[in-house]
């Protein structure tokens, strides 16, 4: 949310902790770049929230796929992309990317003990009464 509401703060300010700014180092201020990158993060946040909530197997693995779609190539591009960040912001940057990619990875090798839903309880709107 903060990269889609304030991109201009998450530009200059990501991630907010002990003056450490990852994203400024990068290149130049995007706003519509960041602000994509913000609908991105919120798109699949919709997704994981909604697993977690329903716990199926379809959700579950889906809302793993997205975020292993969206948080390898990030690692990847950030193991090689490092100019810029000082040695605590490139070991806080690396935990951080390495824990998003696999948690994932641990929700897929645990799916086989999640159950798996029927068409109507996979249905996440409410049931309408026939007139």
């Keep these: 949310m903060w990269a889609l509401l304030f991109p201009r703060s998450f530009y200059d300010d990501f991630p907010a902790i002990g003056g450490m700014a990852w994203v400024n180092v990068d290149g130049p201020y995007n706003e519509h770049l960041l602000r994509d990158l ?4 919120l798109a ?10 329903r716990l199926t197997r379809t959700l579950v693995v889906t809302a793993a796929l997205a975020s292993l779609a969206w948080g390898v190539p990030h690692l990847v591009y950030h193991i090689f992309a490092t100019d810029g960040l000082s040695t605590t912001d490139l070991v806080f940057n690396f935990v951080a990317l390495v824990t998003y990619a696999a948690t994932p990875v641990l ?6 003990h999640l159950p798996v839903a029927t068409v109507a309880s996979e249905s996440i709107e409410p049931a309408v009464a026939e007139v």
């Design 107 to 112: 929700l897929l090798a645990m799916r086989n």
């Design 38 to 41: 913000g609908a991105t993060n």
């Design 44 to 53: 699949i946040l919709v997704v994981v929230v909604v697993a977690a909530i």
